[in-house]
């Protein structure tokens, strides 16, 4: 069966969710984007239920076998740096003593994002140096997500060493702490994009939903779960779950199987 080792793997050693946020907002269409309310009821129920939230220094220590974690671990991520961030989630993080892990796009830091714009909306500001520092010194951990956020496996890998490492510099002058993760742009990589950021000194890469294989596997490819605008209570439920990835595993599976028996 082909997913018969990928399930062994699962049950054996769960993933711990790594959920992967971008605009906290209200603008209903853009699909970036969840309402400041439906993130803070997501976090009250992270609290409630008593999960602990950890930071993605702590992860990378588990991975690499350097500490255990507590029970119902689960690490916040962002990518891109709105500045919605920082208006909305960073207050409910605080409210409830968690932590968060952005990874920025470092070349527009104080601009505006006009990639993701949602039809009829305004240009998406970015967060600016002194928010950033801000929010770092609460305890909020800051990443890679290159220079101009581009397709990695696009590039030369001079240009990959340029846009990780010119990224890296920007961040760690803007707080005085060392970062240790990259957020892939787009999701997108591949093994050369592995291997150079293995050489630049990073310890983890981390991807998008389905592509990335498990961390049990390869920590240059750790997934995350993406939570969306019209995800359920009892899908974010579902996501925090270590199976999850697992169920995902099985759905593509049995389209895979459906589509053969079309031929």
């Not at 907002?25 to 699909?31: A, G, I, L, P, V």
Request: aromatic share 12%; glycine share 6%; hydrophobic share 35%.
């Amino acid at each position: 069966m082909i997913l018969s080792n990928r399930w062994i793997k699962l049950i054996s050693k769960l993933e711990v969710p790594i959920l992967l946020y971008h605009k906290i907002n209200n603008f209903s269409q853009d699909t970036l984007a969840i309402s400041p309310y439906k993130f803070a009821e997501q976090m009250k129920y992270l609290f409630l239920k008593r999960y602990n939230v950890i930071h993605l220094e702590l992860f990378i220590d588990y991975i690499y076998g350097k500490t255990t974690l507590p029970s119902k671990s689960v690490v916040i991520t962002f990518d891109d740096g709105y500045k919605d961030n920082y208006i909305y989630a960073f207050p409910t993080l605080k409210r409830y003593g968690f932590t968060a892990t952005i990874f920025l796009i470092t070349d527009s830091i104080g601009t505006s994002d006009e990639r993701c714009r949602a039809p009829g909306a305004s240009p998406s500001p970015l967060l600016s140096e002194e928010e950033i520092r801000e929010m770092s010194a609460y305890g909020i951990s800051f990443g890679s997500h290159s220079c101009l956020h581009p397709d990695l496996t696009k590039l030369t890998e001079d240009e990959i060493r340029n846009e990780l490492n010119q990224s890296r510099l920007r961040i760690e002058q803007i707080t005085g702490k060392c970062i240790s993760g990259v957020a892939y742009p787009y999701g997108l990589f591949n093994d050369t994009v592995k291997r150079v950021i293995k050489e630049c000194g990073f310890q983890c890469g981390l991807s998008l939903n389905s592509e990335a294989i498990g961390v049990v596997n390869d920590f240059y490819a750790i997934r995350r779960v993406e939570i969306r605008s019209h995800d359920s209570k009892l899908k974010f439920k579902l996501k925090l779950s270590g199976w999850y990835p697992l169920l995902a595993d099985i759905r593509r599976f049995a389209l895979v199987e459906r589509m053969r028996n079309l031929e």
